[in-house]
């Protein structure tokens, strides 16, 4: 079974740039078959989707860090990471980075912005933005 630990959160002014990385650990099979994502939970607000990477590399957004934020993996080191730019104080959040299960190489935005369609969960890096 996979498990998922985040990385590189922390505290920074608008403006800045932070690099959340995603380590898995587990079969390397199965982190390849898999299609990843982040999601973030603001204070007293629902977890939503960030950006999502197919296994094909597809990468999806979320219109509020389209054109800021860039998503990508790298199966050899089983790692998925997001480049975060511009930040802004409504990007403060806990992010997490998730698998999905076993999926199809290609993979719709609908698909990995859906919550249901991840089986595992890391346990969260706190992204704090001070404007």
């Known amino acids: 079974q996979v498990q998922l630990v985040e990385s590189g959160g922390g505290l920074v002014q608008a403006g800045a740039s932070l690099r959340l990385s995603c380590a898995a650990s587990?079969?390397?099979?199965?982190?390849?078959?898999?299609?990843m994502g982040w999601f973030r939970q603001a204070p007293g607000k629902e977890r939503e989707f960030v950006a999502g990477?197919?296994?094909?590399?597809?990468?999806y957004y979320s219109d509020s860090v389209k054109d800021r934020f860039i998503i990508a993996r790298d199966n050899a080191k089983m790692t998925v990471s997001l480049q975060m730019n511009s930040l802004e104080s409504g990007d403060t959040a806990i992010y997490y980075c998730?698998?999905?299960?076993?999926?199809?190489?290609?993979?719709?935005?609908?698909?990995?912005?859906?919550?249901?369609?991840?089986?595992?969960w890391g346990q969260g890096t706190q992204v704090t933005v001070s404007s």
């Open positions: 587990g079969r390397g099979r199965t982190f390849s078959e898999a299609a």
């Open positions: 990477i197919s296994r094909a590399s597809e990468t």
């Open positions: 998730a698998k999905t299960r076993r999926t199809a190489f290609f993979a719709s935005y609908a698909y990995l912005s859906t919550q249901a369609s991840y089986d595992t």
